[in-house]
């Protein structure tokens, strides 16, 4: 059997992929907004109906995508390593689907999402020596630092649920506190002693993959991955889709990007594009793929390799 189901639980998403990785072929695919972290920063904890929602969600797709939850291989990470009651709910998590998901560090989540863009370097018949990889996630934002078949990474401890709900939905505290954030993550990448001018940017996640997908004329409703990755972003590009977020009706915007909080989808482009001017960079270079395609890519590798 050369399938696989990964399946990765966020600070906000909720993501499955079957990968036949014999074929190395995407079989089937399911995203959803569960708001994991929903009020972590507040109260500590995952609540009792971000738990169901998860429970809902590992159901629904299961039954979609005719998958057995007691043989995927789950991960989740951010909220779920601040929680004070992660055990207790992945515990009921488990008892009610099957599904038993390891928190994994930031370390790790890094390594694994890295393998997944290497892949789809590959795939894409991108040459790229050296990079930096932004990941924005709901709870903590990583990145990683690619150069002489090695890197390092940096996890920081703002993703765009954790920091909208910690200064309330403030777009202006936000970005005051991004402006701060922008002389510290500068600070540490001075430290590492390299010429940013000779790494390309790339972005994954939600965020940069909803503004290459505006980019061509998608919305939530058409979204089309093999279309997004490989995409490249300019800065215009992401202030163009700040402009449209603050300017659409509420219909607009449920169109276009769909039923996630508006102030999430704001403070995300605020974060990809702060690290446009960190960076120094004009473009970056857009991936679909992310996490649950790293789980699935290091599976693999471990079965071809026995």
């Known amino acids: 059997m ?25 079989i089937h695919e399911y995203n959803e907004i569960v708001a994991t972290a929903d009020g972590l920063v507040h109260t500590g904890i995952i ?5 169901q929602r998860v429970i809902n969600a590992i159901t629904k797709s299961s039954n979609k995508l005719d998958y057995d939850p007691k043989e ?15 055990d207790a709910v992945l515990k009921k998590v488990f008892q009610y689907t099957g599904v038993n998901l390891k928190i994994i560090d930031a370390k790790e ?24 990889l932004l990941d924005i996630g709901g709870g903590s934002t990583e990145l990683t630092i690619y150069s002489e078949q090695k890197y390092v990474t940096r996890s920081f401890n703002f993703g ?42 790339i972005a994954t996640a939600g965020t940069p993959t909803t503004v290459a997908a505006i980019k061509h004329g998608q919305n939530f409703f058409n979204y089309d ?4 990755s490989g995409t490249k972003v300019e800065l215009n590009d992401v202030n163009t889709c700040l402009d449209l977020v603050r300017k659409s009706s509420e219909e607009e915007i449920l169109t276009i990007f769909g039923k996630n909080d508006i102030h999430l989808t704001e403070v995300g482009i605020l ?17 679909d793929d992310g996490l649950k395609e790293g789980v699935a890519i290091n599976y693999a590798h471990k079965m071809l390799n026995k």
């Open 109 to 132: 989540e890094a390594r694994l999402t890295f393998l997944a863009i290497n892949h789809a370097l590959k795939r894409e018949s991108i040459q790229s020596d050296k990079f930096i």
């Open 2 to 26: 050369s399938k696989v189901t990964a399946i990765d639980l966020g600070s906000n998403s909720f993501r499955v992929l079957v990968y036949d990785y014999i074929k190395d072929q995407v």
């Open 72 to 86: 995927c291989i789950c991960v989740t990470t951010a909220a779920m390593r601040m929680a004070k009651n992660s």
């Open 271 to 287: 974060i990809y594009k702060s690290f446009f001017e960190i960076l120094n960079k004009r473009t970056s270079i857009v991936f």
């Open 225 to 228: 991955k093999s279309v997004v």
């Open 47 to 51: 609540s009792d109906d971000a738990t």
């Open 160 to 201: 765009i649920v954790t920091l909208a709900q910690n200064l309330d939905n403030d777009i202006n505290a936000i970005i005051k506190f991004l402006s701060k954030q922008k002389k510290l993550i500068s600070d540490y990448i001075d430290t590492l002693n390299i010429d940013l001018e000779d790494f390309e940017y």
